[in-house]
Nanobody, 123 residues
Framework: QVQLVESGGGLVQAGGSLRLSCAASGRTFSRNIIGWFRQAPGKEREFVAA????????YYADSVKGRFTISRDIAKNTVYLQMNSLKPEDTAVYYC????????????????WGQGTQVTVSS
């Protein structure tokens, strides 16, 4: 069973940067797509970015393209989300999760959710 643990959240001013980490324990990420999602109060959990563990292909929501970068470190079994030019609307709890496949990029397709890490962007 894979367990995912997120870290790296915090409070940052608008325009600042943060790097989130998603570390796996128990098993490796092999043959999975690892995704980052976020959930703001009163809103549904939304897709942010994902990476194919085997190929390294990346996927982004339109709202973060050009500002966020997802990457993986195979040796450390860890996925990162580098977030630059942060905006107040990026404020949310960020979660990582995994799936063997998806066509909709919705949270219902993903599992093994971590506990989340809070990102707060002040204006």
């Amino acid at each position: 069973q894979v367990q995912l643990v997120e870290s790296g959240g915090g409070l940052v001013q608008a325009g600042g940067s943060l790097r989130l980490s998603c570390a796996a324990s128990g098993r490796t990420f092999s043959r999975n797509i690892i995704g980052w999602f976020r959930q703001a109060p009163g809103k549904e959990r939304e897709f942010v970015a994902a990476v194919s563990w085997s190929s390294g292909t990346t996927y982004y929501a339109d709202s973060v393209k050009g500002r966020f970068t997802i990457s993986r470190d195979i040796a450390k079994n860890t996925v990162y989300l580098q977030m630059n030019s942060l905006k107040p609307e990026d404020t949310a709890v960020y979660y990582c999760a995994r799936t063997p496949r998806t066509s909709s990029w919705t949270f219902q397709d993903f599992g093994s959710w971590g506990q989340g890490t809070q990102v707060t962007v002040s204006s």
